[in-house]
């Protein structure tokens, strides 16, 4: 069993600073709260979505947002239970999946802003068309303790180049896998969390892009359970929008502390920028862990810059500073491109990453 595999995994709830920072998410987890997308399904529109233009549905889109905010807050304080508000015949979700599907056509679901029409077979950056492809599904006992064991579901494909990644066999073969509908992946969700998940974490590869099949799946889903969005953070403000009344926990990567490395490494502009406006949105829109690989050599431009962005602008957060990097993909291939990250991060450099963390008064003990 899962707890016999991971122990701190139910451990880790004594720790006051965890169950503060990860309340909304234990409350849901637990069945004490309904899943913000149970919500969603729960607040009315009278606008049609599918004859509407896009810009009445953005204007509709604002409107509703402010309704699920007054149910939710409502929801979470018990002044209100999702019981009390009728199933409507078109609902805020019905709005949300509306707009990513014309977003498809021109897609813009992350700041590659690619424009292509993903629905009629073109494709970008990523690789993928308006097909999403499941490498894998499985009870995950290697995320976070609080997320343990995390209902997985592995998409293919991704807006990231690195040339050091560990999941390069899906990330960068988006035909990898077995495609999937929306009513399929709501399936294998319900069937992570009956068999014991504690969330559902969309991953991959990345999810951004799956953001049209992910979204009507919901429509398909009754279950309660967190939705965790499990990204390399590069989504659009568009797509944050989409996303911020729907998700429950928020696991990032926070990869890098300035543009350049992230050019270099990941084929990614402006990075730091982008990464740092969407982690400021969904810390105020749910829980987070951010997560943060150490890179060997790249302490003063990248982990001392992301943990003061951090401790300045995301201090709920926990953190979750990751010492698991070593060569692979392009760097094990071509070492002498990449020579300062041919090799691990050392026990000194880690211990530099935590002495500043603790310094900063980062909450980074206890989730990994």
């Keep these: 069993m899962w707890f016999i595999v991971r122990p701190d995994a139910r451990l880790v709830w004594r720790y006051e600073e965890v169950r503060e920072r990860l309340e909304w998410y234990k409350a849901v987890m637990d069945d004490k709260m309904p899943a913000k997308y149970l919500i969603v399904k729960r607040v009315p529109t009278n606008l049609k979505p599918s004859t509407a233009t896009l810009e009445e549905l953005w204007k509709e889109h604002e409107r509703l947002g402010k309704v699920f905010m007054d149910m939710w807050e409502k929801i979470r304080r018990r002044e209100t239970k999702l019981e009390d508000y009728q199933v409507p015949s078109r609902s805020f979700l019905d709005v949300k999946i509306e707009i990513v599907k014309r977003l498809l056509e021109e897609c813009i679901f992350c700041e590659r802003r690619c424009r292509v029409n993903r629905a009629k077979g073109e494709k970008g950056a990523c690789g993928l068309d308006a097909r999403t492809r499941v490498a894998s599904w499985f009870h995950h006992v290697g995320e976070e303790a609080p997320l343990v064991p995390s209902g997985t579901i592995f998409f293919t494909g991704c807006s990231f180049k690195c040339v050091y990644c560990q999941n390069w066999d899906i990330s960068q073969h988006p035909d990898n896998g077995v495609e999937v509908t929306p009513k399929e992946l709501a399936s294998i969700a319900e069937v992570l969390r009956k068999e014991g998940a504690r969330n559902i974490n969309y991953v991959g590869g990345n999810p951004d892009q799956q953001l049209h099949t992910i979204m009507e799946s919901l429509r398909y889903m009754d279950v309660n359970v967190p939705l ?14 989409i996303l911020i009344h729907v998700i429950d926990i928020w696991l990032p990567d926070f990869k890098y502390g300035n543009n350049n490395c992230a050019l270099r490494l990941s084929g990614i502009p402006r990075y730091f920028d982008v990464a740092t406006r969407n982690l400021y949105i969904a810390s105020k829109h749910g829980d987070m862990i951010i997560r943060h690989l150490v890179l ?3 302490f003063e431009c990248c982990t001392k810059p992301v943990l003061e962005w951090i401790a300045k602008h995301c201090n709920r957060a926990l953190v979750n500073i ?10 094990e291939k071509s070492p002498g491109k990449w020579p300062e990250i041919y090799r691990r991060p050392t026990p000194e450099e880690m211990l530099r990453a935590y002495d500043l963390a603790e310094k900063l008064g980062l909450a980074y003990k206890h989730v990994s």
């Excluded at 965790?228 to 929008?241: D, G, I, P, R, V």
């Excluded at 010492?323 to 692979?328: G, I, K, L, N, V």
Aim: cysteine-free.
């Design 322 to 331: 990751m010492s698991q990097y070593r060569p692979e993909y392009l760097v």
């Design 296 to 298: 060997p050599g790249h």
């Design 228 to 241: 965790l969005w499990n990204s390399n953070f590069y989504m659009t403000e568009e797509a944050m929008k």
